[in-house]
């Protein structure tokens, strides 16, 4: 079965123009490589453009699977006509054109997400099932790193994140409930290693920044 | 605790789910080898390589409903560079098992230690 097939989008109508029949906003959605987004999208907006609810700004949220809002964020500028529905007397959607569309695919957020599908001895080694709280922090530092980390699992209760460069300087934080465990090889070939209390994300943010960094 | 000898080498299956392996294909993951109830291995002993794949594929089948997605070695001369103990640790069906250990009194590794195995490992089989 696959687990990523599942939908939690969210949709922000940021303007609205009524006299050229067109919007534009940002959608945010966790979903398979493979997610036809764009049916998506026109089934999320008909209703939100609707004679009776139609505004010039709002939000609309579906989740269905996954608890969060990032992932996939497609930006849109959509041409649209109102047609009347005479069965339900009201006016209804139809889009003419689609264009501006950007996906970005979040493959650190995936790999979340099938580490939080994974049972007890996970590893035939006696390896525990994550916890929510775990997982939960391991998105939300996830969620303020500038760059992608290759995301792991340990058999020790934790979420592994790393950032590796040709040169061989790396960059590891190892999330646990309530610290992280940071670890760097230097471009000269030495190590550091400390930890950070579970709320400094900004720090990790930093580090990231701070290892991308061209130095001249 | 009887140490395994310096230069036996060291072998650890991976396997396909969880995804351990590295985005560049270059090797593991050092999360491979963290482990709080230490790193499981199984020595060489003496046997051809052959030998030793054929039994770390009858243990995964035996053990995993996944297939593996490649078979790793480390020297036991690797560990201790880095301080780590390696013990015996024969089991009922296993006598080449060991475990890899942070000292003589901790288990989990440091993220150093588990690092240094990752990079120094040799990749004896891919499945993919």
């Known amino acids: 079965m696959n687990n990523f097939n599942c939908l939690s989008l969210t949709t922000s109508i940021q303007q609205f123009n009524?006299?050229?029949?067109?919007?534009?906003?940002?959608?945010?959605?966790?979903?398979?490589?493979?997610?036809?987004?764009?049916?998506?999208?026109?089934r999320l907006l008909s209703p939100v453009f609707s004679h009776e609810n139609r505004k010039s700004s709002q939000t609309r949220t579906i989740k269905h699977g996954f608890s969060n809002n990032t992932g996939v964020e497609i930006e849109y500028f959509t041409k649209f006509d109102?047609?009347?529905?005479?069965?339900?007397?009201?006016?209804?959607?139809?889009?003419?054109?689609?264009?501006?569309?950007?996906?970005?695919?979040s493959k650190a957020l995936l790999k979340i997400e099938?580490?939080?599908?994974?049972?007890?001895?996970?590893?035939?080694?006696?390896?525990?099932?994550?916890?929510?709280?775990?997982?939960e922090r391991s998105i939300s530092i996830l969620n303020t790193l500038p760059f992608e980390p290759d995301v792991f699992p340990t058999a020790r209760d934790s979420i592994q994140f790393e950032y590796e460069k040709a040169?061989?300087?790396y960059l590891e934080f190892e999330i646990f409930e309530t610290w992280i465990n940071v670890f760097m090889i230097n471009a000269d070939?030495?190590?550091?290693?400390?930890?950070?209390?579970?709320?400094?994300?900004?720090?990790?943010k930093n580090l990231v920044e701070g290892f991308y960094c061209e130095v001249s | 605790?009887?140490?395994?000898?310096?230069?036996?080498?060291?072998?650890?299956?991976?396997?396909?789910?969880?995804?351990?392996?590295?985005?560049?294909?270059?090797?593991?993951?050092?999360?491979?080898?963290?482990?709080?109830?230490?790193?499981?291995?199984?020595?060489?002993?003496?046997?051809?390589?052959?030998?030793?794949?054929?039994?770390?594929?009858?243990?995964?089948?035996?053990?995993?409903?996944?297939?593996?997605?490649?078979?790793?070695?480390?020297?036991?001369?690797?560990?201790?560079?880095?301080?780590?103990?390696?013990?015996?640790?024969t089991l009922e069906d296993n006598d080449y098992h060991a475990l890899i250990l942070r000292s003589n009194e901790k288990i989990d590794l440091t993220s150093g230690q588990a690092k240094h195995l990752a990079k120094k490992c040799r990749i004896v089989k891919k499945y993919y």
């Not at chain 1, 534009?24 to 398979?32: E, F, I, L, R, S």
């Not at chain 2, 230069?7 to 650890?12: A, I, P, S, T, Y």
């Not at chain 2, 991976?14 to 080898?33: C, E, H, I, R, Y």
Request: aromatic fraction near 8%.
């Open chain 1, 18 to 42: 009524s006299g050229s029949n067109s919007f534009y906003g940002t959608m945010k959605c966790n979903t398979a490589d493979d997610y036809p987004y764009e049916n998506e999208l026109l």
């Open chain 1, 189 to 204: 070939e030495s190590e550091d290693e400390y930890k950070l209390s579970s709320n400094e994300n900004i720090k990790l």
């Open chain 1, 114 to 135: 099938q580490i939080k599908s994974l049972e007890n001895n996970w590893n035939n080694n006696g390896a525990s099932k994550f916890s929510e709280k775990l997982i």
């Open chain 2, 1 to 89: 605790m009887k140490l395994v000898d310096i230069d036996e080498e060291l072998f650890r299956r991976v396997g396909q789910n969880p995804d351990m392996w590295s985005k560049d294909d270059s090797g593991p993951t050092s999360a491979l080898f963290k482990d709080s109830k230490g790193v499981s291995v199984n020595q060489r002993k003496n046997r051809i390589e052959d030998d030793v794949i054929s039994f770390e594929e009858e243990l995964h089948s035996k053990y995993t409903g996944s297939g593996m997605k490649a078979l790793v070695s480390v020297g036991n001369e690797v560990c201790t560079e880095k301080e780590l103990h390696v013990i015996e640790d």
């Open chain 1, 167 to 169: 040169s061989g300087e």
């Open chain 1, 82 to 105: 109102l047609l009347f529905d005479n069965a339900q007397n009201t006016n209804k959607l139809k889009v003419s054109e689609c264009f501006n569309k950007q996906i970005v695919i």
